[in-house]
């Protein structure tokens, strides 16, 4: 089976580097006989890094661009990356809120955090199962019976080890045509390539051919598996699930009409509304703002 070797990069106000850095992934992935994907993840630059980026993309078909519409942090970008390699087997829409407060006291907030499996990977393989079940030597077999049992999963070096344990069951007539009854327990094993950290979730059935035939010490069973391994990856978000509102400390008369704000870094107008305790629709009508971005260096009017 082919393997997929996926970079996933975080990108943030990375113009300067990025053409570099990109030159010098592809040099080394490029020489290797697996098949990679460059993943670049823009993290809410504010200079050209997403520009640059697009146009990388256009032109390697191994590239893959996510944007970001604001500055997440590298552990939210490598999740995305995470999330840009899976499969795609529904489209499932999660109304969340990811942050909130109050603009008239102090919100005191319930959160809940939810997991969900996104799948990276799914390898199907036919096991073939050969073992001996020890006891009185039969001259025949009238009937024979194999259950599959729920597949154990442990990583090892290069992935994952699949064993499938089963509980066979034989039917036969001994050398005087007394009939026997034999059973025992089996197993088959298979390595399969994963990535690390992946959750390996496993299922096996019995394949129809097989067979049991007498031997000088019980009975030799030959049964073929079908192993079905998805490979997944756990996402968890968290969101606003209830909350309270404890009147401001000090008297609403007290409060500023409008704070003057100069010398600003730039960023999202929300966080600034979340330190003043005023709306982001407040800010952006105060400064003719068409976007949810502050300019940086500039001068900012913040109602209250």
């Known amino acids: 089976m082919n393997k997929l070797i996926s970079v996933i990069v ?3 106000n990375e ?3 990025l053409p570099e850095s990109y030159r010098r992934l592809t ?3 490029s020489g290797m006989e697996e098949n990679y994907e460059l993943i670049f993840v823009n993290d809410g630059s504010r200079d050209k890094t997403f520009a640059m980026a697009s146009d990388i993309q256009k032109k390697d078909p191994h590239v893959v661009l996510v944007d970001f519409s604001r500055n997440f942090g590298q552990q939210m970008a490598v999740s995305a990356g995470l999330l840009a390699q899976c499969l795609v087997t529904k489209t499932v829409t999660l109304p969340f809120c990811e942050d ?4 008239h006291g102090t919100l005191q907030a319930e959160w809940k955090e939810f997991t969900f499996d996104c799948q990276l990977d799914r390898q199907v393989q036919q096991l073939a199962l050969r073992d001996t079940l020890r006891g009185e030597p039969l001259r025949s077999v009238i009937d024979s019976a194999v259950f599959v049992d729920f597949p154990r999963t442990e990583p090892v070096e290069q992935g994952v080890r699949v064993t499938v344990p089963v509980n066979v069951r034989v039917l036969g007539l001994d050398a005087e045509g007394m009939m026997q009854g034999l059973s025992g327990a089996a197993r088959a094993e298979t390595e399969l390539p994963a990535e690390c950290g992946a ?3 496993a299922s096996a059935a019995l394949r129809p ?11 030799e069973l030959r049964a073929a598996l079908t192993l079905d391994a998805g490979f997944f990856a756990q996402q968890t978000l968290r969101t606003l699930s209830a909350g309270t509102i404890d009147p401001p400390a ?3 008369a007290r409060r500023p009409s409008l704070v003057i704000r100069a010398g600003l870094d730039g960023g999202p107008v929300w966080d600034v509304a979340k330190q003043y305790g005023t709306s982001v629709a407040a800010i952006c009508a105060a400064n003719g703002l068409s976007g949810e971005e502050i300019e940086a260096g500039g001068m900012l009017l913040i109602p209250m």
């Open 199 to 201: 959750v390996c979730r």
């Open 100 to 103: 909130a407060f109050a603009t």
């Open 250 to 252: 000090e008297p609403e």
């Open 10 to 12: 975080p990108l943030y």
């Open 15 to 17: 113009e300067e580097v």
């Open 209 to 219: 051919e097989g067979s049991a035939s007498p031997s000088g010490d019980g009975a």
């Open 27 to 29: 040099s080394v992935l």
